[in-house]
């Protein structure tokens, strides 16, 4: 007997990941999103960025490119607050409901975000 599949949002997906690239911080790790029955799961494996008052973690259906001038920006200003960034370094967890996840379009990468600041501190286009 074949095994069953649950029809999940976003095209299907079940697993993707990137790695951070800096943008106004140095950030370095592991974006992992993943699928599950109950809305989906962010993990940031060996992750590091600078501290900052207000940091923030968004998905965005956009990826980051190089712009008409060849610095890197986003391909769309859509983003998607999940919260709080947890930590500056280490293994973090970020779980998503099945609605937040239903309310979601694609997700093309993760943000860390300094809300203060207004810039992305660090982007994991997601594969």
């Not at 106004?24 to 992750?47: H, P, Y």
């Not at 600078?50 to 940091?55: A, F, G, I, P, R």
Request: hydrophobic share 30%; glycine share 10%.
């Amino acid at each position: 007997m074949a095994a069953t599949t649950t029809s999940t949002p976003n095209n299907g997906m079940r697993t993707v990941e990137g790695e951070f690239q800096s943008q106004a911080a140095s950030t370095k790790g592991t974006a992992t999103l993943r699928v599950t029955d109950s809305g989906a799961v962010l993990e940031l494996k060996d992750f590091a960025t600078e501290s900052s008052k207000d940091l923030r973690v968004y998905l965005s259906p956009g990826t980051l490119s190089p712009g008409e001038n060849g610095e890197p920006g986003l391909t769309s200003t859509v983003m998607h607050e999940l919260g709080e960034l947890k930590s500056f370094q280490g293994n973090q967890q970020y779980e998503i409901s099945t609605q937040q996840w239903a309310d979601t379009p694609a997700i093309g990468s993760v943000i860390v975000y300094d809300c203060p600041a207004r810039t992305a501190y660090g982007t994991a286009n997601l594969k």
